[in-house]
């Protein structure tokens, strides 16, 4: 796909300071209800794991988004209209960005923001090879931090602020909330949000996504314990833990457990964690939407929903908003 002979693309760099680690883990795992947050789970070989879910053939959400991107692209690009600037929050590999740039009219500019550099410039400069009438302009920024946008060489005629893949899910509502704020002032008045959202179904179907026979997603979540090992010195028995996904249907949530075993202390850059048998640590939480209640946080950050896609089944859903 990508050739070596292309152009590198320009970095503007806003050096984003990443939290410590260590103060991080640390802060979640003194909680009452013990958590780790679920940005952690993506290193090298997490990020491996999560490709290869997004390939079970329980895990529907990829499959059905890529799906709907590519039976509504035209309608997409329609909407959209011509010369738009996409801004992508969180970018990573982009790959979902081709079907999107595909069903474009001459898009103004392609601007992938993402506080992984090495990942941004792989990915910003494999399109700007497979891409060499669009002009690439990657940002490495915290999204959630103010940023400028650049001035791409053709006047965009409307900014689309891109998320893809159901992060939304990742936000508890009032964080959610501040982040739909961000990608409207980002959007600007006139600008869109094209962003997926997994949606509410029943408890099997949900479960089974976050249970899979082959136990990919089992090693997904352990592998946070095993990065925590590695890099923080923590003393985890893998064999002392189990992997448990739970449709929490008060809270309208998949939640990933790592629950212990038995009673045991852990230690964790030099600190001493205690577990109760059955105690877990809650790892991610996915958030589920109806359509309605999306709309409903949608329109409290200042956005109209114009146009929902789904796919044959209904379940997931692509949102165009505007602003
Ligand atoms: C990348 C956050 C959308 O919540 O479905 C997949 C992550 N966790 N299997 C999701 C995930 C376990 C995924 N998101």
Not at 162 to 170: D, E, Q
Request: hydrophobic share 40%.
């Amino acid at each position: 796909m990508s050739r070596s002979t292309a152009a590198v693309v320009a970095l503007r760099d806003y050096h984003p300071q990443q939290e410590s680690m260590r103060d991080t883990i640390l802060e979640g795992l003194r909680l009452p209800q013990k958590t780790l947050p679920a940005f952690y789970f993506y290193d090298e070989r997490g990020s491996q794991l999560f490709d290869r879910i997004t390939e079970l053939p329980e895990y529907y959400l990829t499959r059905a988004e890529l799906a709907i991107m590519r039976e509504h692209g035209a309608e997409i690009g329609a909407l959209v209209g011509e010369h738009a600037s996409i801004i992508e929050l969180g970018s990573g590999s982009s790959l979902k960005t081709r079907l999107l740039i595909d069903s474009l009219r001459e898009p103004a500019a392609y601007v992938p923001v993402e506080i992984a550099r090495d990942q941004l410039m792989v990915a910003a400069n494999s399109i700007a090879a497979d891409y060499p009438n669009l002009e690439v302009l990657p940002i490495c920024a915290d999204f959630s931090e103010p940023f400028d946008l650049p001035h791409p060489r053709i006047a965009p005629l409307r900014n689309l602020v891109y998320f893809p893949g159901s992060t939304i899910g990742n936000f508890h509502s009032d964080e959610a909330y501040d982040l739909l704020l961000a990608m409207r002032r980002i959007a600007r008045k006139g600008g869109a949000l094209l962003i997926g959202v997994d949606l509410k179904k029943d408890r099997a179907t949900l479960e089974r996504a976050y249970n899979d026979a082959q136990g990919v997603t089992a090693q997904f979540n352990f592998n946070m314990l095993v990065r925590l090992n590695r890099e923080l010195d923590a003393t985890f028995d893998l064999n002392a833990f189990r992997h448990r996904a739970i449709w929490n249907e008060a809270r309208g949530r998949i939640e990933m457990h790592l629950v212990s075993q038995r009673a045991q202390t852990v230690l964790v850059a030099g600190e001493r964690v205690e577990f109760r048998a059955g105690e877990y640590i809650l790892s991610e939480c996915s958030y589920k939407y109806t359509r309605t209640q999306f709309a409903a946080l949608a329109a409290e950050a200042g956005f109209e929903v114009e146009r929902v896609w789904t796919d044959a089944a209904s379940l997931f859903s692509v949102q165009y908003l505007t602003n």
